[in-house]
């Protein structure tokens, strides 16, 4: 596996080792000892599943309390993916990094708690799994405002997306719960 540069430092891309010949091709989508050796040492507690049709934008969310970390990676079709810097503290607070993840290109990202995460389907559709470090509780879930002005994310619309009720009520980083 090898680690690529984003915005954010702790945002990372990681693209797996391939091997295919005629018959197909294997990779392996996650090993812990060799994640830890790329400063990746999370322990991951839950293994989540979507399936979206073009246009579906999804979040842009995050867990005020039980922050989570998340591993993700698209097994079919293809999304942008964004990471939102939510920590106070942090020299890139408020700051995004967004990267296409797709089945053809195998690439992962890593995306540490903290940060709010979304993704935007940008085929007919698209499967997208991630792993979490710590569960989902909806009593601690927000939403940032996916167009929030503020953060200015660039994402790839052919269109206007479709969002989720709680998506188009996200609130403006500006009003937003963030960490210390």
Not at 5 to 32: A, C, H, M, W
Request: glycine share 6%.
């Amino acid at each position: 596996m090898q680690l690529l540069e984003t915005k954010i430092p702790e945002v990372l891309l990681i693209e797996p080792k391939v091997f295919g010949d005629t018959r197909g091709l294997f990779f392996e989508s996650y090993n812990q000892r060799v994640m830890a050796s790329l400063g990746l040492d999370a322990t991951f507690v839950q293994d989540n599943h979507s399936r979206s049709v073009r246009s579906v934008l999804r979040g842009l969310h995050y867990q005020i309390e039980h922050a989570q970390g998340k591993l993700v990676r698209v097994v079919a079709g293809e999304v942008f993916d964004v990471a939102v810097d939510l920590r106070l503290s942090s020299a890139t607070f408020g700051k995004w990094t967004g990267h296409l993840l797709s089945a053809e290109n195998k690439r992962m990202m890593w995306i540490p708690p903290g940060f709010a995460h979304g993704f935007y389907v940008a085929s007919e559709s698209a499967e997208f799994l991630y792993k979490t470090t710590d569960y989902w509780y909806p009593e601690h879930e927000r939403c940032l405002l996916w167009n929030d002005p503020d953060l200015a994310i660039a994402w790839p619309l052919s269109g206007e997306p479709q969002l989720a009720a709680k998506d188009s009520a996200g609130i403006r980083l500006a009003q937003a719960e963030v960490y210390l």
